[in-house]
């Protein structure tokens, strides 16, 4: 087993010394609020689908109802999730001033509801949308409403079609990626969690940092094209990794 308490005190050590440290998490951190992975298999009813589908701005244009019967599914365990040990961790970090904030792929909002202040959310979330014409917001709830006539849920101002603001592939990136970017200039420490860093750019973060001098604490279930650039790597689930070091910050 990799987790040894020596990779440990590094992380703790790492976190101590850095004067700009982010996080940057991934879906291995909503897996243990029991969201599931949509990209990989094992989310029952859906399991046989192409996220491309129902992931892609292609699939929302093209079969809009087949993408909010998804949506809708998704909806349901999204709402439902609760913050768990890694974003509470990440939360009381920030609090103690070990930590800047996290930049996230997540598009659940469990880091804001845990408490973080400083959250970059590179590829949206759902709990907001709006009109792809005019813009005008609208909630997800909003949203459904609209949606439960024929699937298309269309804009009260410009009846322009509605849809959720999370990034689908094929979309350009949300305001907040940027800005993410540019404020890991100062970043001298990156702490990767639940990511197997394979979606771009985002992942693009980690030599972004490496390429300025900043450390890189790597923690994921499995190994990622990406463990040679870290200074620390640790292949566990964060359930047997962030209580241990709750432990030790
Ligand atoms: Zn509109």
Not at 127 to 136: A, F, L, R, T, V
Not at 143 to 169: M, W, Y
Not at 189 to 197: C, F, H, I, K, N
Request: glycine fraction near 8%; include cysteine; charge should be negative.
């Amino acid at each position: 087993v990799d987790l040894s308490v020596k990779k440990l005190q590094d992380i703790v050590e790492l976190l101590r010394e850095a004067q700009h440290a982010w996080a940057f998490t991934g879906a291995g951190v909503s897996t243990e609020s029991g969201i599931p992975d949509f990209r990989s298999a094992n989310s029952g009813l859906w399991s046989e689908i192409d996220p491309m589908e129902v992931a892609s701005v292609e699939g929302f244009l093209h079969d809009t109802p087949r993408f909010y019967e998804f949506w809708r599914w998704r909806f349901g365990i999204l709402s439902q999730a609760k913050p768990n040990h890694t974003h509470h961790w990440l939360a009381d970090l920030e609090q103690k001033e070990l930590l800047q904030g996290v930049m996230t792929q997540n598009i659940d909002g469990l880091h804001r509801k845990s408490g973080s202040q400083a959250v970059y959310e590179l590829h949206g979330c759902y709990e907001q949308g709006s009109c792809i014409q005019c813009q005008h917001p609208y909630t997800i709830e909003q949203i459904f409403e609209r949606a439960q006539a024929d699937g298309h849920p269309h804009c009260d101002q410009c009846s322009g079609l509605l849809k959720p603001n999370v990034t689908l592939f094929g979309e350009s990136l949300p305001e907040a990626f940027y800005e993410a970017f540019v404020e890991l200039g100062q970043c001298d420490l990156l702490l990767v969690l639940g990511t197997s860093l394979e979606v771009f750019p985002a992942a693009e973060m980690v030599p972004q940092v490496k390429h300025r001098g900043g450390r890189v604490v790597l923690i994921n279930a499995e190994a990622t094209g990406m463990d040679g650039l870290a200074d620390v790597v640790v292949h566990n689930k964060l359930k047997d990794v962030i209580p241990a070091l709750i432990e030790m910050v």
